[in-house]
């Protein structure tokens, strides 16, 4: 009878279909499994701001720190008022709303020279309290005139020290070779 079994079991088609048709069942129900872990997870995942205590702790927290920030707000409320009420008193520039786009285009155009205007200043004070009157310009004429010939003579002998080192390198990279 065992034998006739066998011979059943791998011979005939329909024993075939029944034990594909109970694997399939059984990967079926792994496969529900598997989907109902994955469903769980993600509902915990969509949950977990809500029902996770350390979450929850950390919103309590929140609301804590945000409850003392209006409740310090209320307190100070006629401070805060009255403050808002008063105009701001500081070094600022009145401009008409109608400028007010193209003062902030040409600001940051004109800021360096801004930051330059009182070296501006300066040579502006110097240049009125110069007077060529006083026979200054020809003192000045010559200082300037020494000025450019003791320059004139530091480039030159400049001239001459990179002729001199670039030979002593030639010369130095003709005894390594």
Known sequence: MEEIRRKVDTSSPSVALIRLLREITRLGKALDKVNLEIQCHLKEAETKDITHVDILGSRCHQLEQISGQLSTIIEKKDELISRLQQPFVGEFLEIDAAHHKNTAEILPMISSDLASFPTVLENIAWIRNF?????????????????????QSFYQALCQSRNLMSRLEEEHGKETV
């Open 131 to 151: 007077s060529l009157a006083d026979g200054q310009l020809l003192s000045v004429l010559s200082s300037i005139e020494s000025s450019f010939a003791e320059i």
